[in-house]
Antibody
């Protein structure tokens, strides 16, 4: 059974940093691309970033380019999102999402998410 | 690409048919997925490729459309189907993915 468990969310001041983690199990981690998606009541669902199965390729939404970094540790079966220069508009529930095998188009599984609040 | 879902809220009685719409601001061919999300739960993949049901999804869920107009139909609503439904386009993967704002399907 695929399980995705996010952690690392919390309250951070504007301009601060935070690192989110997504512990993955139930599948061969190194064989799948993954993403981070965030959700707010006002803006709905927003794709944030994607990393290829190998970890060699990364992609970002314009809104986070240059501030966020996605990575994966195959030895720990964990996906990360390093967030810097945080802004109030980054406040959201952040979820990791798993693509299906051999594709990077839609998300077969999602985690429950971790809440990030950017406020002074 | 902007995705627009309608209506925002749809009230339907159990056993009836529900039709949810999703429109893309430009052609996305058939590069569309649908998800269901219940309160406190992660989204669940229902449909990809505009019309292909994901593994384990009941046959009462069907998707149609191509280009800019898409529809999710639930043929006979069950109590567990009342949730929020989102469409997602992936026409320019892996550099762009956008979601509709969601349609809340509620019990009439």
């Amino acid at each position: 059974e695929v399980q995705l468990l996010e952690s690392g969310g919390g309250l951070v001041q504007p301009g601060g940093s935070l690192r989110l983690s997504c512990a993955a199990s139930g599948f061969t981690f190194s064989n799948y691309a993954m993403s981070w998606v965030r959700q707010t009541p006002g803006k709905g669902l927003e794709w944030v970033s994607t990393i290829s199965d190998s970890g060699d390729y990364t992609y970002y939404a314009e809104s986070v380019t240059g501030r966020f970094t996605i990575s994966k540790d195959k030895s720990k079966n964990t996906l990360y999102l390093q967030m810097t220069s945080l802004r109030a508009e980054d406040t959201a529930v952040y979820s990791c999402a798993l693509y299906g095998r051999y594709q990077m188009q839609y998300f077969d599984y999602w985690g429950q998410g971790t809440l990030v609040t950017v406020s002074s | 690409i902007v995705m627009t879902q309608s209506p925002a809220t749809l009230s339907v009685s159990p056993g009836e048919r529900a039709t949810l719409s999703c429109r893309a601001s430009q052609s996305i061919r058939n590069n569309l997925a649908w998800y269901q999300q219940k309160p406190g739960q992660a989204p669940r993949l229902l449909i990809y490729g505009a019309s292909t049901r994901a593994t384990g999804i009941p046959a009462r869920f069907s998707g149609s459309g191509s280009g800019t107009e898409f529809t999710l139909t639930i043929s006979s609503l069950q109590s567990e189907d009342f949730a929020v439904y989102y469409c997602q386009q992936y026409n320019n993967w892996p550099r762009e993915y956008t979601f509709g704002q969601g349609t809340k399907l509620e019990i009439k």
